[in-house]
């Protein structure tokens, strides 16, 4: 079937720990997109990506870092400079980076803090 | 600035009352999309609808409705007859052709609740 896979669901973090996030997806869509939602809130963006080997900040990038070596992958990086990141990650794509187009996510990754 | 305002933060009916989930956006472009995305307790987001703003035509898909008002800056979301199925976090978004390229601004999501 085709769609959006991250990995893992669930993952912990220690202090001063990088942690990666996984994204990939078979959809052959263009665009990808990173996004943290907190509880009670929306989704805020933290990174994106048009095209392989390119992507921009969002709003919320201070602390992640990003790759887009393979069209169909998206990983994330959680870095030690991320003081806050318990969260719930969501990934998306869409067929391109045109506004009209509805984008597609993942199930998800829940990060905590040991 | 592009913003998007769900005023209602949780919402609890019983199984067959009619529901509306409001939204309300801010936006300087002409041309912009609105969308409805649901989450259901597994935490995937589930696109719904998306509407362009030179289509004011209102919605119906089984028991859902939207309702699109340019002149109140709303598209609004009704649920008719709500099922236990439905109990979800419904987000409203927002894209702007102007700013094509990057993401969808989402509101803060309201908390439906249905019981039986």
């Known amino acids: 079937d085709g769609g959006i896979t991250q990995s893992p669901k669930y993952l912990f973090r220690k202090e001063g720990q990088n942690v990666t996030l996984s994204c990939e997806q078979n959809?052959?869509?263009?665009?990808m997109y990173w996004y943290r939602q907190d509880p009670g809130q929306g989704l805020r963006l933290i990174y994106y990506?048009?095209?392989?080997?390119?992507?921009q900040k969002g709003d919320i990038a201070e602390g992640y870092s990003v790759s887009r070596e393979k069209k169909e992958s998206f990983p994330l990086t959680v870095t030690s400079a991320q003081k806050n990141p318990t969260a719930f990650y969501l990934c998306a794509s869409s067929i391109g980076g045109n506004s009209n187009q509805p984008q597609h996510f993942g199930d998800g990754t829940r990060l905590s803090i040991l | 600035a592009q913003k998007v305002t769900q005023a209602q933060t949780e919402i609890s009916v019983v199984e067959k009352e009619d529901v509306t989930l409001d939204c309300v956006y801010e936006t300087r472009d002409t041309t912009y999309y609105l969308f409805w995305y649901k989450q259901p307790p597994s935490g995937e987001l589930v696109f719904l609808i998306r509407?362009?703003?030179?289509?004011?035509q209102n919605e119906i898909s089984g028991r859902y409705s939207w309702n699109f008002q340019k002149s109140t800056s709303s598209f609004n979301f009704t649920i008719t007859a709500s099922q236990v199925v439905d109990s979800a976090v419904y987000f409203c978004?927002?894209?702007?052709?102007?700013?094509?390229?990057?993401?969808?601004?989402f509101g803060k999501g309201t908390t439906l609740s249905v019981s039986s």
């Open positions: 978004a927002l894209s702007e052709a102007s700013q094509a390229g990057t993401a969808l601004i």
């Open positions: 959809l052959n869509h263009d665009a």
């Open positions: 509407r362009n703003s030179f289509d004011e």
């Open positions: 990506s048009q095209i392989v080997n390119d992507f």
